[in-house]
């Protein structure tokens, strides 16, 4: 069978074991669904109104001192408390069944300009941003099991503060999806004795279809096994298990990767293109890695254009995810679209 079949098909995520239905005769079909207006207005590098924006007040009352570069401080607002929190349950039920957790939430404020994002930094912004990760990480590891440096960009992805910033949530377990990842990793190099996902992108590498950014150390696709339209995985091309793995010179190199995917989001539809994006590393409390690399997941929901979503519904949400467009062809229509910021151009 061909490894990129033309009709109706299945593709197995080798990272979580599912699978995902893949139909692409129904890009033909009319659209007569949910549009919504692009935001196209340009805002200015400060706002009196902004909790982010350097020397403002946040709604706890504290002051942002007038940062300028990046900015870190715990999350007002925490979804996780410290371990000398009251407990949220107690005792053993066969039906109900809980477990106490600790943990803490940081804000990762990427820059002091209230109207930059990732794709209209420069690359030494963005490697100050990568350098930031990599600290915090390397400080909350010795406490936690498992750090979770993510960024939700726009209104759609349930940011309420268009301020460029992301998140870290670190806490004493291992959450659901990650497990599966180590499950299915170890598995692959039991059989394979070599990381999966190396062998992956030195695999992606070489075919370059679904390729949308490469340097010399990092590689992006759209996966294989994608779900979302324009989902994509930022890979390292040299052995990684952590973020705090990574030498100066590959968070260089990984500013760049950074900065021209995000560009060319932005460049497909030609507006600040929303996304859930996160780090994947070995947990912590793994002694042994060989398994594990590495890598950042990306979530966009734009699906035809700047005001037309994909959305995870009916058959996806009862049976498994299926997508219209082909992994292969998303890459390529990011391709397409140049490296250069739709804003730069002439």
Same mark, same amino acid.
């Given at each position: 069978?061909?490894?990129?079949?033309?009709?109706?098909?299945?593709?197995?995520?080798?990272?979580?074991?599912?699978?995902?239905?893949?139909?692409?005769?129904?890009?033909?079909?009319?659209?007569?669904?949910?549009?919504?207006?692009?935001?196209?207005?340009?805002?200015?590098?400060?706002?009196?109104?902004?909790?982010?924006?350097?020397?403002?007040?946040?709604?706890?009352?504290?002051?942002?001192?007038?940062?300028?570069?990046?900015?870190?401080?715990?999350?007002?607002?925490?979804?996780?408390?410290?371990?000398?929190?009251?407990?949220?349950?107690?005792?053993?039920?066969?039906?109900?069944?809980?477990?106490?957790?600790?943990?803490?939430?940081?804000?990762?404020?990427?820059?002091?300009?209230?109207?930059?994002?990732?794709?209209?930094?420069?690359?030494?912004?963005?490697?100050?941003?990568?350098?930031?990760?990599?600290?915090?990480?390397?400080?909350?590891? $010795?406490?936690?099991?498992?750090?979770?440096?993510?960024?939700?960009?726009?209104?759609? +992805?349930?940011?309420?503060?268009?301020?460029?910033?992301?998140?870290?949530?670190?806490?004493?377990?291992?959450?659901?999806?990650?497990?599966?990842?180590?499950?299915?990793?170890?598995?692959?190099?039991?059989?394979?004795?070599?990381? !999966?996902?190396?062998?992956?992108?030195?695999?992606?590498?070489?075919?370059?279809?679904?390729?949308?950014?490469?340097?010399?150390?990092?590689?992006?696709?759209?996966?294989?096994?994608?779900?979302?339209?324009?989902?994509?995985?930022? !890979?390292?091309?040299?052995?990684?298990?952590?973020?705090?793995? +990574?030498?100066?010179?590959?968070?260089?190199?990984?500013?760049?990767?950074?900065?021209?995917?995000?560009?060319?989001?932005?460049?497909?539809?030609?507006?600040?293109?929303?996304?859930? +994006?996160?780090?994947?590393?070995?947990?912590?409390?793994?002694?042994?890695?060989?398994?594990?690399?590495?890598?950042?997941?990306?979530?966009?929901?734009?699906?035809?254009?700047? $005001?037309?979503?994909?959305? +995870?519904?009916?058959?996806?949400? !009862?049976?498994?995810?299926?997508?219209?467009?082909?992994?292969?062809?998303?890459?390529?229509?990011?391709?397409?679209?140049?490296?250069?910021?739709?804003?730069?151009?002439?």
């Amino acid at each position: 069978m061909s490894t990129h079949p033309a009709g109706v098909h299945r593709r197995k995520n080798l990272l979580t074991g599912d699978w995902v239905l893949v139909s692409p005769h129904r890009n033909n079909r009319p659209w007569k669904g949910a549009t919504e207006a692009t935001q196209t207005k340009e805002v200015s590098a400060y706002q009196t109104d902004c909790a982010l924006c350097p020397g403002n007040t946040r709604a706890n009352g504290e002051h942002n001192p007038p940062y300028r570069e990046t900015f870190v401080f715990t999350n007002d607002f925490s979804a996780l408390s410290g371990p000398d929190a009251t407990p949220a349950c107690d005792g053993d039920d066969a039906l109900w069944v809980s477990e106490e957790v600790s943990g803490e939430c940081r804000v990762v404020i990427f820059s002091p300009d209230h109207s930059q994002s990732l794709p209209r930094m420069t690359e030494a912004e963005i490697a100050r941003v990568v350098n930031t990760w990599v600290s915090e990480f390397k400080r909350l590891k $010795t406490t936690y099991r498992w750090v979770q440096v993510f960024e939700n960009k726009g209104e759609v +992805m349930g940011c309420s503060q268009p301020h460029p910033h992301g998140q870290i949530w670190a806490h004493d377990f291992v959450p659901s999806l990650v497990t599966r990842e180590d499950e299915c990793q170890v598995n692959y190099h039991q059989r394979h004795h070599s990381p !999966l996902l190396l062998d992956y992108a030195m695999r992606e590498s070489r075919s370059g279809a679904r390729t949308v950014v490469e340097n010399d150390d990092w590689i992006a696709v759209v996966p294989y096994w994608a779900a979302w339209p324009f989902e994509t995985l930022l !890979l390292p091309k040299h052995l990684i298990a952590r973020l705090d793995d +990574m030498p100066e010179p590959l968070q260089h190199s990984l500013a760049s990767a950074l900065k021209e995917l995000t560009v060319r989001y932005d460049n497909l539809f030609q507006c600040s293109f929303p996304y859930s +994006m996160g780090w994947h590393g070995a947990p912590n409390h793994l002694s042994e890695t060989a398994h594990w690399q590495l890598h950042a997941h990306f979530f966009p929901p734009l699906l035809r254009s700047a $005001t037309i979503k994909k959305h +995870m519904v009916g058959y996806e949400m !009862l049976a498994e995810a299926q997508r219209d467009l082909t992994p292969e062809a998303a890459a390529s229509a990011l391709r397409d679209v140049g490296a250069v910021h739709y804003s730069e151009r002439g």
